[in-house]
């Protein structure tokens, strides 16, 4: 651990508070349909849109509209990409002939980038046209994170609008999404990241001849603009196998920075969103420091896990010196060096974006916990876009439940009473995450064709399949990448995950969002719990360590935990 | 559900025009105008043949070069065939694996320990660089196989390390390849 390194951590922390107000108020006044500076370029394009698919911007959605509409648009848009997928021979833009997907690769590839979860089962440059990753999987990429903001909106409405049917226009608030926030970002952001060295080209790969002789052939690709989408919209399905690790998608440590970046960006914006839209700011700054005080330390302990040197080791030097970062360098890249691939893991499992810029598969047991259980909690430090934002909210709503149990009173959210039907909603959220995780984890462990997927035996065997389901119903899509998912258990298995992980959660969502908009507004009391206080703060925070932990201690046990009490005891599987 | 099913399937088609065909379009357009040779992947080309890409690391096995770090892409540096070794720390195919490059050096550098990075895999297979202390580590070797004085290569080294960006982000390294052409250079003068 080094100076510059917690000083490289405050520098991307000061940028982001930075950067959050601003775009958290902008995105306020674009979903509440209010004036914009950028309203001169936009606003006559989005008018023409609508006309084009057939919408009518004023008429507003109740929830189970708002609902179908998502689920449809995700239906086909899904068939489209598997469309693709398959026939991406038959397409332009393929010139090293790759033939088409497999339909198991095909279906899982599709769910995955449907679902905001952009898992790989595929070597990307052995299997993918350029057209596919464009017109297939770059496209997902705005979609989904459009989609996700959109449900994070509803439900903010649903808190915020008194007796009321409708919680939006889901056509409306993801063209919003799409056209006043995703697009301009990537168009600038993705420019800045090509002036860094990330490639943006349809040529075929290049064939070099080596110093030694020797012929390397180098993939090519329209790879900027996918990548930055790939991270302001936490997506983080890699142009390229290695993902954010390859120098071609992230050359530099300003790039590294800028990507990093790119994934708090929207979902700490929405914090403010949502104090803004609920006309109580203090409650947006107490979620945000929620967030923070959980990234903080999830932060500080893998930067420690990973400084630390193998045990087993002789005659290397693993030292932290001037001249050299020392600490786990298996699976890591020198230019981002410990710090740099630290802070990388733990915003892209904080977030549901699963980029990644180095293998967590080889990061050490208790660096490879903590990524690791940063998805378990549900991806709500600072969270996917929007899918952070509502994860977050269904534990808001728990812990003024709880608090509400431990004075005797009803428990109230804004001025929202939360009634039983309420905390059902939210209790199905809680109970469905964890019981696809385990229960497909434990059949894969029961299997053949699960076990048969392991490439690191012995306890981190069992992390690399709770990793696996995990990152999929978190629709996160890193991985602990040895493991040879490339099958049909995995694809379908993991397929079937990602969309329960996304759609059986959005619903419930949007139900509660309904009934909240229903309710009327009750105007607080001295016995109302204030959402605004450093102890709602506190409250909110335990209950996400004490559930998480509830939920999912027993298998950490048997996977990392274990896995560091060997090894420090010299013990090699 | 029927007109809906209509508005999705139209607003399908719309958008993946849009965001799917335009904007990759127009952005790589955009970057060969501002940044061609970044968007092509800064390649190298010696009398008229490309012989790599400036920031994707290639194989070194001769005494000559100096050497990157170990690569799990395809048979090692396979450019079109990304891969981190994905082994975990308690594989004990990691610790032999380790161990016996470790042995190598030990041939080169006889009682001085091996900078890590040197011995371990980097997460893309690819990667460009060594950290200095690596780079310093290889320089007896280097010197002695070209037949020039330690000093000569390792003033080569120290002009070739890269500084944190902006004095900040990142850690030090030096670019193998290029090391390597600046060393070519010098033997050609």
Request: proline letters at 5%; aromatic letters at 10%.
């Amino acid at each position: 651990m080094t100076a510059n390194g917690w000083f490289q951590f405050l520098l991307y922390f000061a940028v982001l508070v930075l950067l959050m107000r601003p775009l958290g108020i902008y995105m306020t006044r674009v979903f509440e349909g209010q004036r914009t500076f950028a309203d001169p370029v936009f606003k006559p394009i989005e008018r023409l849109l609508y006309r084009l698919f057939g919408v009518n911007a004023e008429e507003e959605m109740n929830w189970r509209e708002y609902a179908a509409a998502m689920l449809l648009f995700s239906f086909v848009s899904l068939v489209l990409t598997y469309a693709i997928e398959r026939a991406q021979h038959f397409l332009p833009w393929n010139p090293q002939a790759f033939p088409g997907v497999p339909q198991a690769l095909a279906w899982n590839t599709a769910a995955s980038f449907t679902t905001n979860t952009n898992w790989q089962s595929y070597v990307p440059e052995v299997t993918m046209s350029y057209f596919t990753q464009m017109v297939g999987l770059a496209y997902h990429n705005f979609l989904s994170a459009a989609v996700g903001i959109a449900v994070a909106i509803g439900l903010v409405r649903g808190v915020a609008r008194k007796q009321a049917n409708t919680i939006g226009n889901f056509w409306v608030d993801t063209t919003r999404a799409l056209l006043y926030v995703l697009l301009p970002i990537s168009v600038i952001l993705g420019l800045v990241l090509v002036s860094q060295g990330v490639v943006q080209n349809l040529k075929p790969y290049t064939q070099a001849q080596t110093l030694e002789h020797a012929t390397q052939s180098i993939a090519q690709g329209p790879v900027a603009s996918q990548e930055v989408i790939k991270m302001l919209g936490t997506n983080g399905g890699g142009f390229f196998n290695t993902n954010s690790a390859h120098p071609f998608e992230n050359p530099t440590p300003f790039s590294n920075f800028l990507e990093i970046l790119a994934i708090f960006l929207i979902p700490a914006a929405l914090t403010i969103t949502l104090g803004r839209m609920t006309k109580s700011p203090g409650h947006g700054w107490a979620v945000f420091a929620c967030m923070t005080l959980l990234f903080a330390v999830a932060l500080v302990t893998v930067y420690w896990a990973e400084s630390h040197p193998h045990p087993l080791l002789h005659g290397v030097d693993q030292r932290t010196t001037a001249l050299q970062s020392g600490g786990n360098e298996e699976g890591k890249e020198v230019r981002f060096g410990i710090a740099g691939s630290s802070l990388f893991a733990t915003v892209t499992t904080d977030a549901s974006c699963g980029a990644v810029n180095g293998m967590h598969d080889s990061f050490t047991p208790l660096g490879g916990m903590v990524v690791l259980s940063n998805i378990m909690l549900g991806e709500i430090i600072f969270g996917g876009v929007g899918s952070g934002l509502y994860g977050m909210l269904i534990y808001v709503v728990l812990s003024v439940f709880i608090a509400g149990l431990m004075v005797g009173r009803t428990p109230e959210y804004l001025g929202k009473k939360i009634e039983a039907y309420d905390v059902k909603m939210a209790m199905l959220y809680v109970l469905i995450f964890p019981l696809v995780i385990l229960v497909l984890a434990a059949a894969s462990v029961l299997t053949s064709a699960g076990l048969n997927g392991i490439t690191n035996p012995g306890p981190h065997g069992l992390t690399q399949i709770l990793y696996a389901f995990t990152s999929a119903a978190g629709n996160n899509g890193s991985a602990f990448a040895g493991i040879n998912a490339n099958t049909n258990w995995y694809n379908i298995g993991l397929g079937f995950t990602m969309l329960v992980g996304r759609f059986l959660m959005m619903v419930p969502m949007l139900a509660l969002a309904g009934n909240l908009a229903l309710k009327k507004s009750v105007p607080p009391s001295p016995g109302t719990f204030p959402v605004n206080s450093s102890l709602f703060t506190i409250l909110l925070t335990s209950v996400i360590l004490i559930v998480g932990a509830l939920t999912f201690f027993p298998a950490l046990s048997l996977g990392p935990i274990l896995e560091h009490l060997l090894l420090h005891h010299g013990m090699l599987f | 559900m029927i007109s809906t099913l209509k508005v999705a399937i139209r607003f399908t088609v719309i958008t993946t025009i849009l965001l799917g065909l335009a904007y990759p379009l127009a952005m790589t357009g955009v970057a060969h105008v501002l940044f061609r040779d970044k968007a092509d992947g800064q390649l190298i080309t010696r009398n008229g043949q490309v012989i790599g890409s400036a920031i994707i690391g290639q194989s070194f096995a001769s005494d000559r070069y100096f050497h990157g770090r170990i690569s799990a892409a395809g048979n090692g540096y396979d450019a079109a065939n990304s891969s981190g070794s994905n082994l975990a720390l308690s594989n004990k195919k990691l610790v032999d694996r380790i161990n016996g490059d470790v042995a190598n050096y030990e041939k080169t550098n006889p009682g001085q320990p091996v900078p890590i990075d040197l011995v371990t895999a980097s997460g893309s297979g690819l990667d460009p660089d060594i950290t200095p202390a690596a780079a310093l580590y290889q320089v007896h070797r280097v010197a002695e196989a070209r037949h020039m004085s330690d000093d000569a290569v390792r003033q080569l080294v120290m002009t070739h390390i890269l500084g944190r960006q902006f004095g900040i982000l990142g850690e030090p390294r030096v670019n193998v390849l290029q090391l390597n052409l600046a060393l070519d250079e010098a033997a050609a003068k």
